[in-house]
């Protein structure tokens, strides 16, 4: 079974309050079918970057994202992760306040998950820091993981059914 890396933002986007804005109900709606229909196909895991990430903000809103990860199983730290997040902050890839986003990745890459499932299209899912980021995980000599959103792992029917 692969292995799913649960990144902050698509328990987010599953316990965020409807939103009127289209794209990000259309991201509520697209996350909450993976995390339905979806997500027992594969094993799911978070990390401790995860879990500080989904208990800050809103007291109800981080009780309901943490209630959510209750029970996935939590990546190990080791110092290869601060390495390789340290070697994509080198190479300026992300910007400094980005910081925990080369974490997550370098977690992904250094515990060989097959998916990173994010909606951060500004720093992890997207097509444009991706090549940079393969080259640092090619580099270190870690397997490139799949980084992609719900609806990129939801297969071939991704209607949104009501």
């Known amino acids: 079974m692969n292995t799913v890396y649960i990144e ?14 289209v794209v990000m ?21 978070v990390s401790q970057y995860v879990l500080d990430e989904a208990s800050a903000g809103n007291p109800t809103l981080a009780a309901e994202r943490v209630q959510a990860l209750a029970g996935i199983p939590l990546l190990p730290n080791a110092p290869q992760i601060t390495q ?3 070697e994509i902050m080198t ?13 997550h990745i370098a977690t992904v890459a250094h515990h060989r998950i097959q998916y990173l499932l994010t909606w951060n299209c500004k720093h992890i899912a997207n097509a444009k820091i991706l090549p940079r980021i393969h080259q640092v995980l090619t580099d270190a000599g870690v397997p490139i993981p799949v980084i992609c959103t719900p609806e990129e792992l939801l297969g071939d029917d991704s209607e949104i059914d009501g």
Do not use: F, G, M
Request: charged share 20%; glycine share 0%.
């Open 25 to 45: 109900a259309a991201r509520q709606l697209l996350t909450s079918k993976w995390w339905d229909t979806e997500r027992t196909n594969y094993e799911l895991v």
């Open 91 to 103: 190479r300026a890839i992300l910007p400094p306040k980005a910081q925990v986003d080369a974490l």
């Open 8 to 21: 902050t933002s698509i328990v987010s986007y599953l316990r965020q309050r409807p939103s009127s804005q």
């Open 84 to 86: 390789i997040a340290n």
